[in-house]
């Protein structure tokens, strides 16, 4: 089975700090993305990358980073925290997606809180 | 631009009755569509798709979807539910006619209570 793990459950932060979000995916998967989970707004994609050292913005990549210097780990920064980035961050990867193996497996989520 | 959407926030169903949740899509080319489900506290889990071929697809859990291309719709069904079925579930969409790497696009999701 696919298994992506994340670095923390639940995270607490004070405005201001930078704050770091790790995920690791064990299925040699070319494609990595950073979620983020709203009430009412679903899944917004913050980031991705195809492929290790690539990174392509999503929808909404304001005030993150992201880092992919190895092909399992895929690192979401946020470089000044805001009380606006509190949420929950889901990691994702998935294989190529041509053909039929082209669903995403997801982390078990990031609850972040920006105090 | 791809887009779909989830008509209804929450769906209520007694236990062992069938139950539908809502999904229609747009999109400029021939859909890939997916459902997930997010149990509580927890990451989202796959649970069907469709690429080609036949319109019914059958994923895990007993649960199906219907592919309507006149409608534009997905919606998934099972014959009968269960308590342990009560989570929130995601439809999304791909566009796979247009080049390059394709975003998957997420619905915002509905709440299934299932009654005991």
């Known amino acids: 089975d696919v298994k992506v793990t994340q670095s923390s459950r639940y995270l607490v932060k004070r405005t201001g700090e930078k704050v770091f979000l790790e995920c690791v995916q064990d299925?040699?998967?070319?494609?990595m993305f950073w979620y983020r989970q709203d009430p009412g707004l679903g899944l917004r994609l913050i980031y991705f990358s195809y492929d290790v050292k690539m990174k392509e913005k999503g929808d909404i990549p304001e005030g993150y980073s992201v880092s992919r210097e190895k092909k399992e780990r895929f690192s979401l920064i946020l470089e000044s925290a805001s009380t606006n980035q509190t949420s929950m961050y889901l990691c994702a990867s998935s294989l190529f997606p041509s053909g039929t193996s082209a669903e995403q497996f997801f982390g078990p989520g990031t609850r972040l809180t920006v105090l | 631009a791809q887009s779909v959407a989830q008509p209804e926030d929450q769906v209520n169903v007694a236990e062992g009755n069938p139950l539908t949740v809502k999904c229609t899509y747009s999109v400029s080319g021939n859909p890939y569509l997916f459902w997930y489900v997010q149990y509580p506290n927890r990451g989202l889990q796959f649970l069907l798709k469709?690429?080609?071929?036949?319109?019914l697809v059958k994923g895990s859990y007993g649960f199906e979807a219907e592919f309507n291309k006149s409608q534009t719709s997905f919606h998934l069904k099972k014959p009968s539910a269960l308590v342990s079925d009560s989570a929130l579930y995601f439809c999304?969409?791909?566009?796979?006619?247009?080049?390059?790497?394709?975003?998957?696009?997420f619905g915002t999701g509905t709440k299934l209570q299932v009654i005991p």
């Open positions: 299925m040699d998967h070319e494609n």
């Open positions: 469709y690429i080609t071929g036949d319109n």
């Open positions: 999304a969409v791909r566009d796979m006619e247009t080049g390059g790497y394709q975003k998957v696009t």
